[in-house]
């Protein structure tokens, strides 16, 4: 079972500033354990965004992202009391899907 | 067009570069610091041990809401930056993560001994990590405050103080020897000097903290006994007097500095 997202939007000129910290190990499948095993890759595969239930921005993530990943990126027309959710998948099919409300 | 007025449009050209270089490489970590803390994973924590604080958990299937950490029942606001302090019913001196072992003993049913036993990020230590967050950062932004007014908490002090300077293991360190003076590093980590006041959010003002280098949230227990490592000391006990003692002397020490915990460090 996934942590939940911490979003964050904010009203900034025509639009919002939303930053998302995801919570995620985000394995690239090139490291190996104690016993000299390889950890299996385990990332996210798949980021999306809407704004109010209309796609904003999907981006397609891979193993060369952080653990425990942020990102931020703003959204034109957003205004205060919209609603912004934000989606990933993972390669192993988990998805978890956030909800904010701009600010 | 004169000299003059060409000299001084050089001279504003200089003051105002567009983009602010990198000074020295302890600037150039302060603005890599900068740039991550907008989006400090602590948080995560912070949110997964609010979770853990009001969720009933435990043999005795229990909240940690009656936990007392110094302020009453349940207060959580402000509790950090008193700690370490005396408690009268365990009756001694405990820092946040010794009291919350107290409580989830004393509450919840836990085995105390065998989660101090529990490797660092391993079962319920990384419950464990999470609460420190939380309450730490409830405490975000207030000044330390300990309590010296019981003979117990004075005590500790004093050990903790011996301890800072005690020399020994094979290579013949103290705490002193990194952190006694300004402008020490280990690698390009600047080390701040704990034999007085290290200021805001410096030393145990920052800690807990993200670490960006393991992805994981350390406590105090944790930054001393990677300390004791880096020296080659035996490990000292999770939540021992001897860490609490060594605590103690950092935060009276800081007395009056602001907490920015749980922070983010490299």
């Known amino acids: ?103 | 067009m004169t000299r003059h007025a060409l000299g001084v449009m050089l001279a504003a050209a200089l003051l105002v570069p567009a983009v602010a270089p990198a000074q020295t490489s302890a600037d150039g970590i302060a603005q890599y610091r900068a740039l991550l803390a907008d989006g400090n994973p602590a948080e995560l924590w912070e949110a997964k041990g609010e979770l853990l604080w009001k969720q009933k958990r435990g043999p005795k299937n229990a909240s940690l809401e009656a936990c007392d950490l110094g302020k009453g029942a349940g207060v959580v606001k402000g509790a950090f930056v008193e700690l370490p302090r005396y408690f009268a019913d365990t009756k001694r001196v405990q820092d946040l993560e010794s009291r919350l072992l107290s409580c989830m003993a004393q509450a919840q049913g836990f085995n105390a001994a065998e989660i101090a036993a529990t490797s660092f990020g391993r079962g319920e230590q990384v419950n464990l990590e999470a609460l420190v967050a939380y309450v730490a950062a409830e405490s975000r932004g207030m000044k330390f405050n300990l309590s010296q007014a019981h003979p117990e908490e004075r005590k500790m002090f004093e050990a903790g103080k011996r301890i800072f300077y005690f020399r020994g293991g094979p290579y013949d360190f103290s705490c002193a020897s990194c952190h006694g003076e300004a402008g020490k590093r280990i690698r390009l980590q600047d080390l701040p000097d704990l034999t007085k006041n290290p200021g805001d959010g410096v030393g145990f003002a920052a800690w807990p903290a993200y670490r960006v280098s393991s992805g994981e949230l350390w406590g105090m227990q944790r930054r001393l006994n990677d300390c004791y490592r880096q020296q080659r000391f035996p490990f000292p006990g999770y939540a021992s007097d001897a860490t609490i003692a060594l605590g103690t002397f950092m935060g009276v020490q800081g007395q009056g500095a602001v907490s920015i915990a749980p922070s983010i460090k490299r």
């Open chain 1, 1 to 103: 079972m996934s942590d939940p997202m911490r979003i964050r939007a904010q009203t900034q000129g025509g639009g919002a500033v939303v930053r998302v910290l995801m919570s995620h190990e985000m394995e690239t499948g090139l490291r190996k354990d104690a016993a000299g095993k390889t950890i299996p890759a385990w990332h996210i595969t798949e980021v999306s965004a809407a704004l109010n239930g209309k796609t904003v921005l999907t981006a397609q993530w891979g193993t060369a992202i952080a653990k425990n990943p942020f990102t931020e990126f703003v959204v034109k027309g957003a205004k205060a009391g919209d609603k912004i959710s934000v989606s990933w998948v993972d390669n192993h099919g988990d998805r978890r899907t956030d909800e904010a409300t701009v600010a």
